[in-house]
């Protein structure tokens, strides 16, 4: 029963985000198009930033509210792995990424772990303090915001699925979130 409505609550955040997260449903420029787009203006790189923090704000929130209210022992579906699927869900069905990587060296699952320059060294940079790393990219003509949030340790629940995160300290990332988004 509990996993079943975690997995409806789940479904339903997924169905939302995915299909109203932005305007961005419109047709993709052509290759000729692409290669004339100009350099993102501030003010919309500033609004891609906004759009990372309010998901970064809700999934975080997410995470938080499953764990506490459906994780009570070892064998519950860990929030973490929900939202790991959340993300791949999110990222297979929009022009939007989003991953959960690890920061501790000790990932929980293989495939959490930092894959190119930009999130190894933001992960670097979440350890020594920074609230959050990004950085603009333009694939294939088209402009994307790269950002990196921190993933602490933010209950005693988390420690039961991850018995290495027991002396992180308070504060202190074991893990990150991946976002890509467009910058429209």
Not at 57 to 85: E, P
Request: charged residues 25%; hydrophobic residues 40%.
């Amino acid at each position: 029963m509990k996993r079943r409505l975690l997995f409806i609550s789940l479904a339903t955040l997924t169905l939302v985000l995915a299909s109203g997260w932005n305007a961005s449903n419109q047709p993709r420029a052509s290759a000729q198009e692409a290669t004339e787009i100009a350099e993102p203006t501030k003010a919309s790189v500033e609004r891609s930033r906004r759009t990372v923090q309010m998901l970064d704000n809700i999934f975080k929130q997410t995470i938080v509210m499953v764990t506490d209210k459906y994780v009570n022992d070892d064998d519950d579906f860990a929030a973490g792995s929900a939202a790991v699927l959340l993300f791949q869900k999110i990222s297979d069905e929009s022009d939007k990424t989003i991953r959960l990587i690890d920061a501790t060296g000790d990932p929980y699952e293989s495939a959490n772990v930092a894959k190119n320059e930009f999130e190894k060294k933001g992960i670097e940079k979440l350890k020594a303090g920074a609230k959050s790393v990004d950085e603009v990219i333009t694939v294939d003509g088209k402009h994307y915001l790269r950002a990196l949030t921190p993933v602490p340790v933010v209950m005693q629940k988390c420690v039961m699925c991850h018995a290495h995160y027991e002396d992180a300290k308070p504060g202190e990332p074991i893990g990150a979130i991946s976002y890509t988004v467009p910058i429209d």
